[in-house]
């Protein structure tokens, strides 16, 4: 693992005082604006003030603990890393099946089940190494990236509740934006470690010039209690048999989530990411799962992995796990003061658009890097290329999918859930038939460097591997083709070479087998004079070159049976 240049405080270190509290500061802000969830569903199920204000609370107070835990990661709980929780509709049909058979109780009391299944799930996801992929995990951090800015974009354009979108409001937005990008690009230490914060409070300031805080707004502000104890378990809590499936599937579905947005993080955190750490993103799950139950004992509405929030960390240059000690008491101060409640739902849209636009960049281009960095066969570019399409259309196709499919609300209840589970069953599915080695014999006369080239990377495609292993596959292979072909290192009557490949989720191995003698693999290369004077220099070289091109490089010899394993770590 290897620090990001972008980053000014890493995993461990501990950002001062005066910095991690306008950190956490401009996070909870951000998680804040995102109440809207609870709000939605409040006014579904006809809720008068004082219990959406509770509701949120709790839901506020349960945010800090799966924050605590995530960051904790001992003892098998938590992935020990900054990653906070953010509201999300994937909760809303169990909440709904609850309060159509025994009232909100027995839906509150079914999270407790969808917490128990992202644990057990969080033990089984070792065996997940090979489907949940690096281009899978890049595919989860585009269709964060992507669906957050979605919704920026709706949200600036959107316009009044009544009425076209306004030129005025708009530019409100565009100075947000900009505001935010002067601070990101060309700001230095706090201005850039503050730089959403900043960008909110120009676009609050401009919104309020502007006329865009209604009157109904600042009443409602002005209504609001300062501070007051929220009541835990308002609704009350048992059990309904009605909703054990959906729950189950509810669990399986934030799994999931949590899964591509922990990947998201740990690119984030490591400038030599390669693939996802799943010990880590199982502890991760873990600690969700179990904030989930203390969720459901609370009632409150349970809440996915943010995506926008680990975007957020990075884009202000502070990913230490500290700052959720912060954020968390923050979050627990927040739920004591109903009137900070309030002020976050009187937000402009078009200014949270353009924080969600902001944030939204850095997820897009990193997820389209993790899939790059992969060769990717016919199968893996089929199941990358269906989910993706399946998630960005995913606005025009719910209605209808629901309608085809009854249970379908339970997986397509977000575009991220919906794609990210089309992408793992397609790659699971297009594993049938998938061989973990491949053997090829070449003539030694006639082989040619693009026939080997053309060997390999087809194994890499099919396996994934990274761009630069293949190529160092290539060079070395041909660098040992050569050395055997030129010398006198073949038996007279070897007329064929022959390659096998193996590869596993770590690492790519290359055989290379023939009959006659072994390559001396040097570990120093010839000096000048040496290869002016001494004729083995250049087999010396051709040796020392494929030692250090390979990871591991070692030789064995059985009779005539000569073998060179070549090691290359992905």
């Not at 629901?402 to 297009?430: C, D, H, K, M, N």
């Not at 194994?459 to 006198?488: M, N, P, T």
Request: glycine letters at 10%; aromatic letters at 8%; hydrophobic letters at 50%.
């Amino acid at each position: 693992m290897r620090r990001p240049d972008t980053l000014l405080y890493w995993l461990e270190e501990i950002p001062p005082p005066r910095f991690a509290f306008g950190l956490a500061l401009q996070q909870v802000a951000f998680l804040g604006a995102l109440m809207g969830v609870p709000a939605v569903f409040a006014r579904g199920a006809g809720m008068d003030a004082a219990a959406f204000q509770n509701l949120a609370a709790c839901g506020l107070i349960y945010s800090a603990v799966a924050l605590l835990l995530q960051a904790w990661g001992r003892f098998g709980i938590g992935a020990g890393i900054f990653l906070p929780v953010q509201g999300t509709t994937s909760v809303l049909p169990v909440l709904g099946l609850g309060l159509a058979h025994t009232g909100l109780g027995g839906g509150f009391g079914m999270f407790a089940v969808s917490g128990l299944s992202m644990i057990l799930f969080s033990y089984l996801i070792k065996r997940l190494r090979a489907i949940f992929t690096v281009e899978i995990a890049g595919l989860a951090m585009l269709l964060i990236g992507a669906g957050i800015g979605i919704i920026g974009l709706k949200l600036i354009f959107s316009g009044p509740a009544e009425g076209p979108p306004e030129p005025g409001r708009a530019a409100v937005a565009g100075a947000t934006l900009a505001v935010m990008i002067a601070c990101n690009v060309w700001g230095r230490g706090g201005l850039k470690l503050f730089a959403t914060v900043t960008g909110l409070g120009c676009g609050l300031a401009l919104s309020a010039l502007a006329g865009m805080l209604t009157p109904v707004d600042l009443a409602t502000f002005d209504a609001a209690a300062l501070l007051r104890l929220p009541t835990l378990q308002q609704f009350g809590w048992h059990f309904d048999g009605a909703a054990v499936i959906p729950a189950v599937i509810t669990g399986f579905s934030l799994s999931l989530t949590s899964m591509g947005v922990q990947t998201v993080a740990q690119r984030f955190n490591d400038a030599d990411f390669k693939r996802p750490d799943l010990d880590s993103v199982g502890r991760g799950v873990r600690a969700e799962g179990i904030a989930q139950v203390f969720a459901s004992l609370i009632n409150a509405m349970p809440m996915a992995a943010s995506g926008g929030a680990a975007s957020l960390a990075l884009a202000s240059g502070c990913t230490s796990r500290h700052l959720a000690i912060w954020t968390a008491g923050l979050l627990f101060l927040v739920a004591l003061c109903p009137k900070i409640i309030v002020a976050w739902m009187i937000v402009p849209p078009e200014v949270l658009g353009a924080l969600f636009l902001f944030l939204s960049s850095f997820a897009t281009v990193g997820g389209i890097q993790m899939i790059g960095s992969r060769m990717l066969d016919n199968r893996r570019t089929l199941a990358i290329g269906i989910a993706l399409l399946v998630g960005l259309t995913y606005a025009d196709i719910h209605d209808q999918l629901e309608r085809l499919w009854p249970g379908a609300q339970y997986i397509a209840f977000s575009q991220f859930a919906l794609a990210l589970t089309i992408a793992v069953l397609l790659q699971a599915l297009f594993r049938v038939g998938i061989q973990r080695r491949t053997r090829r014999s070449f003539a030694v006369a006639d082989t040619h460097f693009e026939d080997m080239i053309a060997f390999i990377e087809a194994q890499g495609r099919l396996w994934g591997a990274r761009h630069e292993v293949v190529k160092k596959a290539e060079l070395a292979c041909w660098q040992a083709f050569e050395l055997l072909r030129d010398s006198e290192l073949l038996a007279p009557e070897a007329g064929t070479i022959e390659l096998e490949t193996r590869q596993d989720e770590f690492n790519l191995t290359i055989f290379i087998r023939y009959r006659g003698a072994l390559p001396v693999l040097a570990t120093h290369p010839p000096g000048h004079q040496e290869m002016l004077e001494d004729s083995e220099a250049p087999r010396r070289m051709a040796g020392y070159l494929i030692n250090r091109l390979a990871d591991n490089a070692r030789t064995r010899k059985a009779g005539a049976a000569a073998e060179l394993r070549l090691d290359f770590r992905d």
